[in-house]
């Protein structure tokens, strides 16, 4: 089983700041299965990002999602109040999925 | 576009089976592969089974034993069902479609608790 780990915890950050997501796998990962999810209260995650890079229907250019092999980043460039929620990170490979413990991004 | 919808009982008693159905608007079960997914409360996610569109499954070793998803195609839904639960079974059990292994989209989510 590939482990996915999420740092950090939790992040504080205010509107207008850059935020970084790092999630680091146990073993490689291809970029293909690699999407990151956001979930704010009471709600269904999210598709944000997908294929590492690509993003999903609806999410503005300000959320990126780079990396390879064990190391990725969802980046979001400039901080609007919407975008305070969780983020998890999910791959796929040899016929399981599992998901980062998750990055709550708050608002400071 | 493709929707997803939970249904089931709320509270299960140990030792007993849980089930529930996710019923898809917008898309035929047998043109995509479907998942279920729980969140117990306060915590992360956790992937629980596949349905393939030719109906094969596969499901998370740690639940294997206790799952299984099956298609119900005459009325474009899908199940699960969980057996034995305890309390470590609540969660709020979410499905949602596999497209090129990554979930989208996601039904709103159904909180199941294990209690006598």
């Known amino acids: 089983e590939i482990v996915l780990t999420q740092s950090p915890g939790t992040l504080s950050l205010s509107p207008g700041e850059r935020a970084t997501l790092s999630c680091r796998a146990s073993?490689?990962?291809?970029?293909?299965?690699l999407a990151w999810y956001q979930q704010k209260p009471a709600q269904a995650p999210r598709l944000v990002i997908h294929?590492?890079?690509s993003r999903a229907t609806g999410f503005p250019d300000r959320f990126s999602g780079s990396g390879s092999g064990t190391d990725f980043t969802l980046t979001i460039s400039r901080l609007e109040p919407e975008d305070f929620a969780v983020y998890y990170c999910?791959?796929?490979?040899?016929?399981?999925?599992?998901f980062g413990q998750g990055t709550k991004l708050e608002i400071k | 576009q493709v929707q997803l919808q939970e249904s089931g009982p709320g509270l299960v008693k140990p030792s007993e089976t849980l089930s529930l159905t996710c019923t898809v608007s917008?898309?035929?079960?047998?043109?995509?592969?479907w998942s279920w997914i729980r969140q117990p409360p306060g915590k992360g996610l956790e992937w629980i089974g596949y349905l393939d569109y030719s109906g094969s499954t596969n499901y998370n070793p740690s639940l294997k034993s206790r799952v299984t998803i099956s298609p119900d195609t005459s009325k474009n839904q899908f199940s699960l069902k969980l057996s034995s639960v305890t309390a470590a079974d609540t969660a709020v059990y979410f499905c949602a479609r596999v497209f090129n292994n990554y979930f989208d989209p996601w039904g709103q989510g159904n909180l199941v608790t294990v209690s006598s």
């Open positions: 999910q791959q796929y490979g040899s016929s399981m999925y599992t």
């Open positions: 073993q490689s990962v291809s970029s293909s299965y």
């Open positions: 294929g590492a890079s």
């Open positions: 917008g898309g035929s079960i047998s043109s995509y592969s």
